[in-house]
């Protein structure tokens, strides 16, 4: 079975991946206080490389420090210190001679932006995040000469990226950020070139394409993230999906990423007292797999021509085999299980384990009402938010040199995970 996970992958640009495996993308709150490359992304990027996935995608790397996606996110933001730049050429190099490629995520957080960091949010138009507990702000619309910079730091961000080393990078259109945003008609509610129908809802990603290609040339890689649906009535659909992925086939994208959800629909992250919405909008054979977006990206499949990647959900060895088998997708992301033991996709592939633990599960603030079939939504929540904190200290356990922890009491943890990053978002300079 290994044998399929094994296997190397040629990319339409000539590039090839070594095995079918990649880390996905995780926010990893790393930086310093200028938003640059630290000792701690050298450190936990050469573990994640030395533990066999073929390629690393960075967590979120802005392209604007007025809008981070939290306060510890690398930003490449203008002209770029020597000692910035090195930085990131190390970074990169932690992972390439371990063996890994590396691909920065390249992104600008939009609305997403909390409010520790962004007091006004920018986004294609003034629709505030529909959740409770004052964390984001409301955000005001993008001008057209804005929109034109977002275009540009993007490129100059990609730019960057090649010169120091990354061996691709993946633009961020899902999850609510702010190229996804402008896809959802719910959010994009413009009505000149930017908004309206989906043509031009998709005139941002499509442009930051196109500058991107011309800054990095035909021979660097260029991912792109993108929903399946926004999981919302609505708002950006599957049929809508569909046909972005027709128009990426003529873009010189070299990997789709299939995700889905938001902030407000988080169908991406699938944790207890936050995948209700979700769970009303699964397919019934998606249920059935592990892997969340599969059917969806299967779809996806008959319309677009470039190499499929999908992330959410696999663990076995028996689960990825059969998604590449039958050719649903190219490439299986795994996340939060290189959290606390990185050697995982090499154990997957020598077969010395069926199937990472799902530590998640295991993972509950207390029983009774604090459980997972608790009524009260705010334990739930609480749960939730816990079980991601948890995964965000074993992040910072890696970078640091240390061991992973596999039980964690993840109340505390949650409270001083909350801790650190108002301290972060204080320290920041501007």
């Known amino acids: 079975m290994a044998d399929m996970l094994n296997r190397s992958l040629a990319l339409p640009n000539g590039n090839t991946l070594k095995n079918r495996i990649a880390k996905a993308a995780m926010t990893e709150g790393l930086a310093d206080s200028q938003n640059r490359a630290t000792g701690r992304h050298e450190t936990i990027y050469r573990r994640w490389a030395q533990g066999g996935a073929g390629m690393l995608l960075t967590g979120n790397v802005m392209i604007d420090k007025r809008y981070l996606e939290r306060p510890g996110n690398v930003v490449i933001d203008g002209q770029q210190s020597d000692e910035q730049l090195d930085a990131l050429r190390r970074w990169a ?56 910079n977002v275009i540009e730091r993007f490129a100059h961000t990609a730019s960057v990226a090649k010169q120091t080393g990354f061996t691709g990078v993946q633009i961020h259109a899902a999850h609510g950020y702010l190229l996804s945003e402008f896809l959802n008609p719910l959010v ?22 196109g500058e991107v290609r011309a800054q990095v040339g035909s021979g660097f890689s260029i991912s792109v993230k993108l929903n399946s649906s926004d999981f919302q009535k609505g708002g950006f659909s599957p049929e809508d999906s569909l046909q972005v992925a027709r128009w990426l086939n003529d873009a010189g994208v070299d990997l789709l990423e299939i995700s889905g959800g938001s902030y407000e629909q988080p169908a991406m992250m699938d944790i207890e007292g936050m995948d209700a919405p979700y769970e009303e909008n699964k397919r019934a054979s998606t249920v059935a797999r592990e892997a969340y977006f599969l059917t969806y990206a299967e779809e996806i499949r008959k319309v677009a021509a470039m190499p499929l990647m999908v992330t959410g959900g696999f663990r076995s060895r028996v689960g990825m085999d059969e998604a590449l088998s039958s050719e649903a997708c190219d490439v299986c ?5 290189l959290c606390v033991d990185p050697d995982v996709p090499q154990k997957i592939i020598n077969g010395d384990i069926d199937a990472a633990p799902m530590w998640e599960k295991t993972l509950r ?10 009524s009260v939504s705010l334990f739930k929540a609480l749960n939730g938010f816990g079980i991601m904190a ?16 596999t039980k964690l009491n993840i109340l505390p943890t949650f409270i001083r995970f909350q801790m650190q990053e108002m301290k972060a978002a204080k320290a920041l300079k501007r």
């Open 365 to 374: 603030i207390g029983p009774g009402i604090f459980g997972p079939n608790s």
């Open 188 to 209: 994009n509610q413009r009505d000149d070139d930017w908004g309206g129908n989906l043509e031009n809802r998709a005139r941002l990603l499509m442009r930051v394409i």
């Open 333 to 337: 992301g795994i996340a939060r299980p």
């Open 93 to 148: 190099a932690s992972a390439r001679d371990a063996g890994a490629d590396i691909w920065m995520q390249i992104s600008h957080a939009g609305r997403q932006s909390p409010k520790i960091v962004a007091t006004e949010p920018v986004a294609p138009s003034a629709v505030e995040l529909g959740l409770p507990g004052g964390t984001f702000a409301k955000p005001r619309a993008l001008l057209s000469h804005e929109i034109e």
């Open 390 to 405: 948890f995964f965000y200290e074993n992040i910072f356990r890696l970078a640091d040199g240390k061991s992973a922890k």
